[in-house]
């Protein structure tokens, strides 16, 4: 760009926030990829492994929780659009090398605007999820990593974090 400064897609002309305006966009299938993760103690990762944390099996909750963050979207980012008929996919794994719990998002919609931000709320509201639910084990757990790994669909195309 020459010096120019980029426009915000979610500001007016006065600077004020506003909803994009996506009536005229084409309706194409859109898929988002996000991933995170949450490093613990061993002895937080083991409770998780031998399903003995406190508040029962948590990579089974972190996986409803993630599907329930990406489709409330809307209710949590104001600017973000509803998306009636997002399909979610979530992977919740206990990883032995961080040690913690790794999360991986795909959402998938037919629609007029990308799924990027229902991948990455799903990822997001998963982790939370993981410590809430072993906070009684390691307080000191540290959440990491959340990005966008690619999406395909709409008038940009695709993009894959491996391209930048």
Do not use: F, N
């Not at 061993?42 to 399903?51: H, K, V």
């Not at 990406?70 to 090398?97: N, W």
């Amino acid at each position: 760009m020459s010096g120019e400064k980029p426009k915000l897609t979610h500001v007016d002309d006065q600077g004020r926030p506003r909803m994009v305006d996506v009536t005229e966009k084409h309706e194409t299938l859109r898929c988002a990829v996000a991933e995170g993760h949450i490093r613990m103690s061993p002895e937080a990762l083991s409770a998780i492994r031998s399903g003995t944390s406190p508040k029962g099996d948590v990579l089974q909750v972190a996986r409803i929780a993630a599907i329930t963050g990406g489709k409330r979207t809307s209710d949590l980012i104001p600017l973000c659009h509803a998306l009636p008929g997002v399909s979610l996919t979530v992977d919740v794994r206990a990883d032995d090398e961080l040690p913690g719990v790794r999360i991986r998002a795909e959402a998938k919609v037919s629609g007029q605007t990308g799924v990027e931000m229902e991948a990455i709320t799903a990822v997001s509201l998963g982790l939370v999820t993981v410590y809430d639910m072993v906070k009684a084990v390691d307080r000191g757990m540290i959440i990491g990593g959340v990005k966008l790994v690619s999406k395909e669909g709409g008038k940009s195309g695709s993009w894959s974090a491996d391209q930048s």
